[in-house]
């Protein structure tokens, strides 16, 4: 377990994306997040929102803004296998900015399963490169 993490058995970690741009941006809601595997094909994926408020985050040209997410390795879910991997191993991910139609590949620093058929907890999108309790 991290330290940090709520739950037993669950990981938190988070989304980090850069303004690359030379202008101010603005964000507000949840990522979207697609789950890949060592070979890039999609991996399940279901995106659950944490009940909280969500802000609108200005984001300067260089600043950055994170989304905290939670997601068990190691416990499976109704249907899962209960020996061995829950889930295919997720090396890589696709994240996006609410109401954005581009992808940014992401890799994952430390390669896992994600079990609960690829259930992410996510929290919406604050200002700053990342949170105390993620990755």
Excluded at 11 to 25: G, P
Aim: hydrophobic share 30%; charged share 15%; with cysteine.
């Amino acid at each position: 377990m991290v330290p940090g993490s709520e739950g037993a058995g669950h990981v938190a970690a988070d989304i980090s994306l850069q303004n690359t741009s030379n202008h101010s941006c603005t964000v507000t809601g949840y990522p979207g997040i697609q789950q890949l595997a060592s070979d890039e094909h999609p991996l399940p994926t279901n995106v659950v929102r944490f009940p909280t408020t969500v802000t609108t985050v200005t984001v300067a040209p260089g600043g950055w803004v994170h989304s905290e997410i939670r997601y068990s390795p190691n416990i499976p879910g109704e249907g899962e296998p209960t020996t061995g991997n829950c889930e295919p191993e997720t090396v890589h991910a696709l994240a996006q900015l609410p109401g954005d139609s581009k992808w940014a590949k992401v890799t994952v620093v430390v390669p896992t399963t994600v079990c609960e058929k690829g259930t992410v907890e996510a929290k919406p999108f604050v200002g700053g490169e990342a949170s105390p309790a993620g990755g």
